[in-house]
């Protein structure tokens, strides 16, 4: 497959997420029957020559219209448990409905920040969706919120969409929203250009962005896009962000050119997506001016360099890197726990082996276990 350079080009990918947001399928506690059949058509066509997975929201804001839950169900985290546990029910239904139409089987797969973080379940998940697809069933994916907490959770399927998309291998990434695009600035302003098309999420594309989610069903936002494309980039994934309140979104998208594209920033090795997608790091690790100057450069980080431990581990957690000013500079895979890192912290390899009580091993973090982010 030639590389995707536009939005035209997306039909061409050999498997694409196509990501539905709560305010697409629900409005006022009711699904949105004739939209989704309109979109399960084009989902079908699609079909013809690409493999579809589906990342669906819309559990708890289905669930707490039947449950008459205040707030859409989000008033409480006892709250949008109890609707998502309704909820799921209601939209396996409704998908397995507007799909059944087209002869296309639908399978639900819940999975909570845990099956995505954790390298053996990831893989797990990874089996499933291959096989899945297979099978001729079409997966649909949303985030089991009814365990889910707020310190355990994706937090929008916006993000999940993308980690969906690095453990099926797919191409390329459709975010479904109420808006066309990213902005130059908030698009209620005056002037506001659609951006087309954007090499690198960088500080300055993030700050062209609102956290706010406009339908209020949603837990997402810009911000929450962002960062899935984020995501996406450093596995070499396409994104791309499009309005789906329209009858034939994805036509709109496609054919029309309406949205923005996020191109692919590089092809990482598998492990590396895995590793730069990781959302929950357990703790934090601070490291001097020395010790970032040769992370630039490809090295490794060693205690010598450490200024600063937060948080609790253990060896092979996630932990996040920053640098002297507070900027994060990466993640990756500690080799001590913290108290070990703590009682290290500063010292040259010839000086740890008297606190351990054994040889220190040869990094803290080793580069073939560390991404930049």
């Not at 039947?66 to 799921?88: E, F, I, N, T, W």
């Not at 799909?99 to 390298?119: F, S």
């Not at 919120?145 to 993308?162: K, M, P, Q």
């Not at 609790?312 to 070990?340: C, K, M, S």
């Amino acid at each position: 497959m030639k590389p995707i350079a536009s939005l035209a080009d997306l039909p061409r990918a050999n498997r694409l997420v196509i990501k539905v947001g709560s305010a697409l399928l629900v409005e006022q506690g009711r699904p949105r029957s004739a939209w989704l059949a309109t979109l399960a058509a084009e989902i079908a066509a699609l079909r013809q020559a690409t493999q579809i997975i589906l990342v669906s929201s819309g559990a708890i804001a289905l669930g707490a219209a039947k449950l008459g839950l205040p707030h859409g169900g989000r008033g409480s985290l006892a709250d949008a448990q109890a609707a998502a546990s309704v909820g799921q029910v209601e939209l396996a239904r409704l998908w397995s409905e507007a799909l059944g139409a087209h002869a296309i089987t639908a399978a639900q797969m819940l999975v909570t920040l845990g099956d995505l973080e954790d390298r053996r379940r990831y893989l797990n998940a990874s089996a499933t969706l291959g096989r899945l697809l297979e099978a001729g069933a079409l997966p649909v994916v949303n985030e089991n919120d009814s365990v889910a907490t707020e310190e355990i959770r994706f937090g929008d399927n916006d993000r999940l969409a993308a980690r969906v998309a690095q453990a099926a291998g797919a191409d390329a990434v459709l975010l479904l929203s109420d808006v066309d695009g990213l902005y130059d600035r908030d698009p209620r302003e005056s002037g506001a250009e659609l951006i087309p098309c954007v090499e690198g999420v960088t500080p300055e594309i993030i700050a062209m962005a609102s956290g706010n989610s406009g339908s209020g069903l949603g837990s997402g936002g810009m911000r929450a896009k962002l960062q899935a494309a984020r995501i996406a980039e450093r596995a070499g994934i396409a994104l791309a962000i499009g309005n789906g309140t329209h009858r034939s979104p994805i036509a709109r998208v496609f054919e029309k050119g309406i949205g923005t594209l996020f191109l692919p920033q590089r092809d990482a090795s598998a492990r590396e997506a895995w590793l730069g997608g990781r959302l929950a790091p357990a703790g934090v690790i601070t490291v001097d001016a020395g010790c970032a100057a040769a992370l630039e450069n490809g090295a490794s980080v060693l205690a010598a360099g450490i200024a600063e431990i937060e948080g609790e581990f253990g060896r092979g957690d996630l932990v996040a890197i920053h640098g002297p000013n507070g900027a994060r500079f990466g993640q990756g895979l500690i080799e001590y726990t913290a108290g070990e890192c703590r009682a290290i912290l500063g010292l040259r390899e010839d000086q740890q082996a008297a606190k351990l009580g054994y040889a220190p091993r040869a990094a803290v973090i080793h580069r073939d276990h560390m991404v930049r982010t």
